[in-house]
């Protein structure tokens, strides 16, 4: 079972936005080569972690699986962030 999804490409090992482009474009270039529609919906995520509980969101990855570390290094970032 993954914990993200295989198009996740962001903040995760061996993928980037870099890897991301390349898969964007091929899929682009299929859709044009085939005269098919390709729909992309991009989003921004950057105030997201404004519109949870931070306390209740490191608990849930702790009941997820991540480790107590991870967990921790979470609560430390999201420390003394705007809610």
Do not use: W
């Not at 936005?17 to 989003?43: H, P, Y």
């Not at 290094?73 to 705007?82: F, I, K």
């Amino acid at each position: 079972m993954h914990r993200f999804s295989l198009q996740q490409h962001g903040f995760l090992p061996d993928v980037s936005t870099v890897t991301n482009l390349s898969i964007l474009t091929g899929a682009a270039a299929g859709a044009i080569d085939n005269k098919e529609q390709l729909d992309v919906v991009l989003t921004d995520c950057a105030k997201n972690f404004d519109q949870v509980d931070h306390g209740l969101f490191v608990n849930k990855l702790g009941k997820s699986g991540f480790s107590k570390s991870a967990c921790e290094l979470m609560a430390s970032y999201l420390t003394l962030r705007p809610q």
